[in-house]
């Protein structure tokens, strides 16, 4: 099976930065997709950001040209460097894999709280 174990979320003052780390590990025998998504209270989970095996990136509209998303293939892990932080931007953020397999499953960290406020 596939873990993904996220860190770095925290609290941050507007404008402020965050870097979120995500290392998956298990058996993954191959390069995949990995993205992070959020989640605030009473809304839907969103993408934030994708990254491909080959490196190719998209990002939601709300955080382009605030948040980067980056790999390290060697490591399979995936970071997200959050900067100029929005009280919007407070949320759960979510690390996703996949998919992977002929089943074509996604996995997923257990999420890691963001929080912007003065």
């Known amino acids: 099976q596939v873990q993904l174990v996220e860190s770095g979320g925290g609290l941050v003052q507007p404008g402020g930065s965050l870097r979120l780390s995500c290392a998956a590990s298990g058996s993954i025998f191959g390069i995949y997709t990995m993205s992070w998504y959020r989640q605030a209270p009473g809304k839907q989970r969103e993408l934030v950001a994708a990254?491909?095996?080959?490196?190719?990136?998209d990002y939601d509209d709300s955080v382009k040209g605030r948040f980067t998303i980056s790999r390290d293939n060697a490591k399979n892990t995936v970071y997200l460097q959050m900067n100029s932080l929005k009280p919007e931007d407070t949320a759960v953020y979510y690390c996703?894999?996949?998919?992977?397999?002929?089943?074509?499953?996604?996995?997923w960290g257990q999420g890691t709280q963001v929080t912007v406020s003065s």
């Open positions: 996703n894999l996949g998919p992977i397999g002929a089943r074509r499953k996604d996995y």
């Open positions: 990254i491909t095996s080959g490196g190719s990136t």
